[in-house]
């Protein structure tokens, strides 16, 4: 695949090949077009230089065609990559907090399987362990609500009826004969639609890859089954990870149906806001999690970069992606966090991440959180969210952004995105994907095929530093904490790749739900939970849930 500023020198100022099915259009004479091309990048080339250049550039260009000619191996993982790993880190991947969480009281059956549409992972497990319910009617309640649901919410790419169904039977055998797969056993949720499941439809939200069946499951989902989970249905996306739109419609938020529940994890945030799943599975590459989990009033986690592989996955950016759970309170993403972490050889991202257990609940007294001063947009938000934190003992500083061009870095986002879906571009399927305007992929993905490697690499230089300036900014501190979804902040910590957990605070008086961001140091999520769950329970923003 051949998208370099290289290839400029040597083809038109066009940032994409013809249709295979219309004339080439006619070009400029190549010293032209390479002048016209270093001049989009601030160079300026003399004639001699050009003439001296062009042997040399005819050779890169077959170069690239042959590697382009590829095919599938030219689409393997760079062998270049990112790390959040800082000298002087130390993971606190044992941190297990202070106090234990209170453990759910014995119940029994309700009148009604209804109503266990919003029971919390923990409360189904003590079901499930009583034999007061059974796994096979809890994947029956999910399909049940995803059917009745979708037609308003359309947040279902595919219902996975007949494989949740044999699984769950198998669990309930296997919880009769003694056999606990551990706090997922039996519980039933959804996954993105650009994680792969073998057998299963998987088309990243875009007509272009409609009727896509992969042959094995990406490592998440295979994590999930060895845990004991039950998949239920494959979850709408934006079209290629980008908003609420897809092939499918417009995914509705469950709170007001006039309204996308925003995106790109679009589905997984409606559909688990619903009571259709108990968690679901998105993917974040710059506010894909946190966004539509704030819109739908959901608590959810944006790992640390690394920390979940994602092997099997849609490639958007390999820099950036990263994949973690969305659920209703803090303690489910703590247990569904806990069953997909880990290294896997297949995704190098992984590779050296230290592991992950269940924490417990911190004591506040003493503990000493950062807050971004000035970023909510109304300051009673700000001094209600301040007032609750030291209600609970914590200690407040105020912390400012590093003074860096952080909204400049995201052309290292594009023009990852640029590369990855390359054959979209070249080959004129854009054409088709729903949204055709100047902020969405068809035209953004054109534009990268413009941006430079030097340009890249400087853009990687800069991001490192702005890594490093987080770190020394997180570092004092149990979290930072901000508005979920504040641009600057949720722009740089994607770049860096340090974790975010958010849950939300309240609706505001539009309706719409505002929601809390706990930022912590690499690898810190088991100090994030002990923090921010202390906070969530003591509100009852995430016990609410849509009438629908």
Request: proline share 7%.
């Amino acid at each position: 695949m051949v998208s370099s500023f290289l290839r400029l020198f040597l083809t038109s100022f066009v940032c994409c090949l013809p249709p295979q099915n219309q004339e080439p259009a006619p070009t400029a004479p190549p010293s032209e077009d390479a002048r016209r091309a270093a001049r989009f990048h601030g160079l300026e080339f003399t004639d001699a230089q050009l003439t001296l250049a062009g042997p040399g550039l005819e050779e890169l260009r077959q170069g690239f065609e042959r590697l382009g000619a590829l095919g599938a191996v030219a689409k393997l993982p760079p062998a270049i990559g990112y790390t959040v790993f800082m000298a002087g880190l130390r993971p606190d991947a044992d941190f297990n907090g202070s106090v234990p969480r209170p453990v759910p009281a014995t119940s029994v059956r309700p009148a009604t399987i209804e109503a266990l549409a919003f029971a919390s992972i923990p409360e189904l497990g003590a079901l499930l362990r009583q034999g007061a319910v059974s796994c096979e009617e809890l994947a029956q309640l999910s399909l049940s609500r995803l059917r009745r649901l979708d037609p308003k919410l359309l947040c279902v790419a595919t219902l996975c009826e007949a494989r949740a169904l044999e699984q769950a039977k198998r669990l309930d055998l296997e919880l009769a004969a003694g056999k606990d797969r551990g706090p997922l056993h039996g519980i039933p949720y959804g996954a993105k639609d650009l994680l792969d499941t073998g057998g299963v439809a998987t088309s990243f939200g875009s007509v272009i890859f409609a009727g896509r069946v992969p042959e094995a499951d990406a490592a998440v989902i295979e994590r999930l089954d060895a845990a004991g989970a039950v998949l239920v249905a494959k979850l709408s996306l934006g079209e290629l990870a980008w908003g609420d739109v897809w092939y499918g419609g417009k995914t509705k938020n469950p709170w007001n149906l006039e309204q996308g529940s925003s995106g790109s994890s679009a589905g997984p945030a409606s559909a688990t806001a619903a009571g259709a799943v108990v968690f679901a599975i998105g993917s974040e590459t710059c506010g894909s999690i946190l966004s539509p989990s704030t819109i739908c009033g959901l608590s959810s986690l944006r790992p640390t970069f690394g920390r979940v592989s994602r092997a099997g996955a849609m490639e958007l950016a390999w820099t950036m992606d990263k994949i973690g759970p969305m659920c209703r309170s803090i303690e489910d993403v703590n247990l569904v966090f806990a069953a997909i972490v880990g290294e896997d050889a297949r995704d190098p991202s992984t590779l050296g991440q230290p592991l992950f257990r269940p924490t417990g609940l911190c004591a506040a007294g003493g503990r000493k959180l950062g807050y971004l001063k000035g970023a909510w947009a109304a300051p009673e938000s700000e001094a209600a969210v301040l007032a609750s934190l030291v209600k609970l003992g914590f200690e407040l500083e105020p912390v400012a952004l590093p003074e860096l061009p952080i909204s400049e870095l995201l052309s290292i986002l594009t023009a990852e995105a640029s590369s990855a879906l390359d054959d979209v571009t070249r080959s004129g399927e854009d054409e088709r994907m729903v949204r055709q305007v100047a902020d969405a992929w068809p035209n953004v993905l054109r534009q990268g095929q413009l941006i430079s490697a030097v340009e890249y690499l400087r853009a990687q230089r800069v991001r490192r530093e702005l890594a490093r300036q987080l770190d020394k900014i997180l570092a004092p501190y149990d979290a930072v904490v901000h508005p979920s979804t504040h641009g600057g902040w949720l722009v740089a910590t994607n770049l860096s790749g340090h974790p975010t957990l958010c849950a939300p605070t309240r609706r505001n008086g539009r309706g719409q739900w505002e929601s809390l961001g706990f930022t912590g140091r690499a690898f810190s999520e088991a100090r994030l939970f002990a923090v921010a769950e202390v906070w969530q329970r003591s509100g009852d923003a995430h016990l609410q849930h849509p009438d629908l």
